[in-house]
Each structure stands twice: as structure tokens, then as C-alpha cells.
């Protein structure tokens, strides 16, 4: 709830799931959410249009959130996943009617997390990217 967003609109609210009947439910929302069926928690980052005072940031507000959430989860020693809802149409739908979601309230990314198996504080290797970072003109 720190993250920053567009004009400090904040449009996003955070539904918790532990029960674990109801994160097999979500696990299926599509192909990409089924490895969460065995996590003991799943966040779903949700944006309401109806909090909007900049016209479609909503989404940009909440990967703004959903990246921070992931950096604490990390800091505490705990494994997560981000797993893609917005914009793909019946995944978002499948959550609407799963949680009876508000016509303004629209599913935007879940987060799946627990103890990881691998190493979290292992060194990965740099994807730093000379090439991409641009100054003063694009050549
Ligand atoms: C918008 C977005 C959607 C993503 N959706 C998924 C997903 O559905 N399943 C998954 O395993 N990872 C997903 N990821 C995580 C990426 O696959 C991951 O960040 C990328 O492969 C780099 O790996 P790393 O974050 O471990 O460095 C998503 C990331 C973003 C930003």
C-alpha cells in the first residue's frame, strides 16, 4: 500500500487466501496459475476503476504494488510467484465470479507464496544490459 501510484489514487485492494479448498479453485483460473494448488497462501491484487482519478492506470498502479509485495516477500525469506490475470480476459472473468467481485473491482495479478524449495538467496546471474540503458539520445 506504499507503492507509488498515479496521483496517489491507490486503487487496489489485496484479497488473502488460505483456505485451501478455495486455492485449488484459483489455481485453475488458467494454465499458468496451476502450480499454486499446494501454496498455503495466494494474494489476489485486485484495481477498482470506481477509485480512478487517471484513466487507466489502474493497471500500472497495481504492478507498481504487486512488485513490492514480491520484494518484502522476499526480504522475509519466503518464495513468490506473480501469476499473469490482466488482461487476459477469462482469467479476470473466472475470478470475478469466484469472489463476486464488483463490476469496478478487476482481478489483476495473484501471488503465490510459501517456503521456497530452492535457494532464494542464492547469486543469479546479472541481467544488467549495457546496451539497453540509453543516455541523452537513443544511437
Ligand atoms: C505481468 C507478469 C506476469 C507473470 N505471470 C507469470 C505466470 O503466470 N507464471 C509464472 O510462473 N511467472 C509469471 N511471471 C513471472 C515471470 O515469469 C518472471 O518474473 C520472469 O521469468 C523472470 O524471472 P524472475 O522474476 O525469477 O527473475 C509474471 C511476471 C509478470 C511481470
Redesign the pocket.
Request: proline share 0%; glycine share 14%; no cysteine.
Given at each position: 500500500m506504499s507503492a507509488p501510484s498515479a496521483g496517489n489514487q491507490r486503487p487496489w485492494d489485496f484479497i488473502v487466501v488460505t483456505d485451501h479448498e478455495l486455492i485449488k479453485r484459483m489455481s485453475l483460473t488458467g494454465p499458468?496459475?496451476l502450480p499454486a494448488k499446494n501454496a498455503p497462501v495466494v494474494i489476489l491484487i485486485t484495481g477498482d476503476t470506481g477509485r480512478e482519478r487517471y484513466k487507466d492506470y489502474w493497471p500500472v498502479d497495481c504492478a507498481a504494488a504487486t512488485e513490492n509485495m514480491l520484494l518484502e516477500i522476499t526480504r522475509l525469506g519466503l518464495g513468490a510467484?506473480?501469476?499473469?490475470v490482466h488482461p487476459v480476459v477469462d482469467r479476470k472473468e473466472y475470478l470475478r465470479n469466484l469472489f463476486l467481485l464488483p463490476s469496478t473491482v478487476h482481478p489483476f495479478?495473484m501471488i503465490s507464496l510459501g517456503y521456497a524449495e530452492t535457494d532464494m538467496k542464492k547469486e543469479r546471474e546479472s541481467r544488467y544490459d549495457e546496451s539497453r540503458v540509453h543516455y541523452n539520445h537513443w544511437e
Open positions: 499458468n496459475s510467484v506473480w501469476l499473469g495479478a
